[in-house]
């Protein structure tokens, strides 16, 4: 019988706020929460963004968060002087041009029409005919709406982050977050398997994409820059996981990453729960970071008509003003999607192990299922592998809750705001809803608040449906005021305002997460709700064995909330060990049976048995 893969730890950074401690959840809905309740979520918001170090949280400093929180104008750069260059070919009045250069930063290759005069340590230069050069200029990029984390907020300023491009300072962050969420030293985690009993599955679609990393080697012979030697080796997609594998964990464990566009997170989690459910791990590290809002990444989704400009979204509001904050309108008249920067990680644990630590059980993966589209039009465009996928999720919700259960389930849509996405995915959520006799079927769409964070996508949409189940709302779409014509929504309940889910969520005992990924790369995962995690553990190993959990939990959770109050008052851990503990070979010993570490306690054992002896002549292992 599979093993259930537990999460018991998360965090993160996306528009919304931090996410252990569920504020960038609370952020979303924080005008259905008590103040007492959004007031650590405030103090965590100002203190990050530098708005204010004291504990007294203000109407005016209220509005100066949300102001930079959420989808809004672009921040980490200025849309409105946006570098380009352009060729051009320059001739003088008198038929000739001259100007100066020093000795040093003469071209290789002089030009024919070049005629040079030494002046000491700089050259005089005379072009006969027309010079080639490359004018500098500033331009407005046409879309200035994306999903920026917490404006004045730099994670790199919290270790030692000298030439770490955005995207894995997100991923030290994020990481670090989700370990402090734990209530439960890592060191005490690793006390208790052996070394190989850790994964990291972690990564970026786009890979790092910023000045520090591959954008600024490709662009530097063009610019006048200079490539690095850490520009190539940062770039890698599974970068964040080696990351964390390196400086945060001191991890020997499997790793990598499983790419799928904009489904990635899900098909990180798929091999993480399998890990666990095969038993090849004990604790799996899950996530992704994406750093994407970049005028120069951004013009190429722009060109392809994926993204909401300014002039379509002042045309849908029949306005002579952009409305950034409303820029992402999933099922709604909309113009495409908004793009945006996260990084989200969850802490997967095997049940026995989280039982006997006693730490906090969030929720359980109980399945992701992946299917391609098969043939298509075009490599862009929707396909019928989003059909296999939601229906495998909602059966398999139906197998372990039973016909009514599965009608307490809601859907955490892809959702992207595009024209596209609206009418494909509400048909196959209409679609498998009314084959599962589902009426009123709720679904909503996170990328509202926070935008499309690309590989991160599904990660956004986790963290904020494990929220569902502490504070018990589940956020509305509230940058729409109509659901579009042409959305099917015959046995869909498509939220427009957020939706009371029960005291701490208990009206539903699943979630359906949904990711449609360029390309044909389609995820859902079913995740099942604390309470019913609990409940299932309590068949499997009793309620003595439950008891003796909440006995443990209590003090993790004392731990956990400490850590998160810590964050809250700007005295949070990163960690980040560059060069720390490092072995070489003297801290192997290796027999026949086992391979042992210096730097962890249990040694690795080593394959014993034949595993295909039913394959071989004698039939012995």
């Excluded at 005379?126 to 050069?133: D, W």
Aim: with cysteine; charged share 20%.
């Amino acid at each position: 019988m599979a093993k259930l893969p537990l999460i018991v730890g998360l965090g993160g950074m996306n528009a919304a706020g931090r996410s252990s401690g569920f504020h960038s959840y609370k952020r979303m809905i924080a005008e259905v929460l008590p103040a007492q309740e959004m007031a650590a979520t405030w103090q965590d918001l100002a203190r990050r963004m530098g708005l204010s170090e004291s504990d007294d949280v203000t109407p005016e400093l209220i509005e100066a968060i949300k102001a930079g929180t959420l989808i809004r104008r672009i921040d980490s750069f200025d849309p409105d002087q946006v570098r380009q260059q352009y060729q051009a070919q320059l001739t003088g009045g008198d038929e000739h041009i001259e100007f100066t250069l020093r000795k040093s930063k003469l071209p290789t290759r002089i030009p024919d029409n070049w005629q040079l005069e030494g002046q000491g340590s700089r050259v005089k230069i005379t072009v006969h005919g027309e010079l080639g050069a490359l004018l500098e200029d500033r331009t407005s990029f046409p879309v200035t709406s994306g999903g920026n984390i917490p404006a004045g907020f730099d994670p790199g300023k919290l270790y030692n982050s000298r030439h770490h491009p955005r995207g894995l300072k997100l991923s030290v962050y994020g990481a670090s977050d989700a370990l402090n969420s734990l209530g439960v030293e890592w060191r005490d985690v690793l006390s208790h398997i052996r070394p190989d009993e850790v994964a990291v599955y972690a990564g970026s679609a786009l890979a790092q994409i910023d000045d520090q990393s591959l954008a600024g080697m490709l662009a530097a012979p063009l610019t006048g820059g200079r490539v690095s030697s850490k520009m190539m080796a940062l770039s890698f997609a599974e970068m964040p996981a080696d990351f964390i594998n390196s400086y945060v964990i001191n991890s020997v464990g499997s790793t990598g990453t499983n790419m799928g566009a904009c489904a990635t997170f899900l098909y990180n989690l798929r091999q993480g729960m399998r890990d666990i459910q095969q038993g090849h791990a004990k604790v799996v590290i899950v996530g992704n970071a994406e750093a994407p809002v970049v005028a120069e990444v951004m013009e190429g989704f722009r060109v392809m008509g994926a993204l909401a400009e300014d002039e379509q979204l002042k045309a849908l509001d029949n306005s002579e003003t952009v409305d950034n904050r409303r820029a992402c309108r999933p099922f709604s008249s909309n113009a495409g999607f908004t793009m945006a920067e996260s990084a989200q990680f969850v802490v997967l644990m095997e049940d026995a192990l989280a039982l006997e630590l006693g730490v906090t059980i969030y929720g359980a993966v109980a399945d992701v299922f992946i299917n391609a589209d098969a043939n298509k039009k075009s490599i862009s465009a929707p396909g019928v592998g989003n059909y296999v996928t939601v229906a495998k999720a909602a059966a398999l919700a139906q197998a372990i809750l039973g016909p009514e259960g599965v009608k307490q389930t809601f859907v955490q849509a892809h959702g992207t705001g595009t024209p596209q996405n609206r009418v494909t995915e509400s048909h196959i959520l209409n679609e498998v809803a009314k084959t599962f006799a589902i009426d009123q079927w709720p679904v909503t769409a996170i990328k509202s608040y926070v935008g499309h964070s690309m590989s991160v996508a599904a990660g956004d949409q986790l963290i904020a449906s494990l929220g569902v189940w502490q504070y018990g709302w589940i956020p509305g779409i509230k940058t729409i005021d109509h659901i579009a014509d042409d959305v099917h929504q015959s046995h869909l309940n498509i939220l427009t305002d957020h939706a009371f889910a029960g005291e701490r969520g208990e009206d539903y005992k699943a979630v359906i997460i949904n990711a449609k990924g360029f390309g044909g790369n389609n995820a859902t995962g079913l995740v099942l709700s604390p309470a019913q995690t609990l409940t299932m553990l309590e068949h499997k190993y009793g309620s003595a064995a439950l008891q003796h959990y909440w006995d443990k939990n209590l003090s993790v959770r004392q731990q956990a909330t400490a850590n998160d109050q810590a964050a809250c008052a700007g005295q949070e851990t990163i960690r980040y060990h560059f060069g720390e503990h490092v072995m070489d070979e003297s801290a192997v010993t290796l027999t026949r049976e086992s391979i042992a570490l210096s730097a962890f306690e249990q040694a690795i054992a080593l394959p014993q048995h034949n595993p295909y002896a039913d394959y071989s002549e004698s039939g012995q292992g």
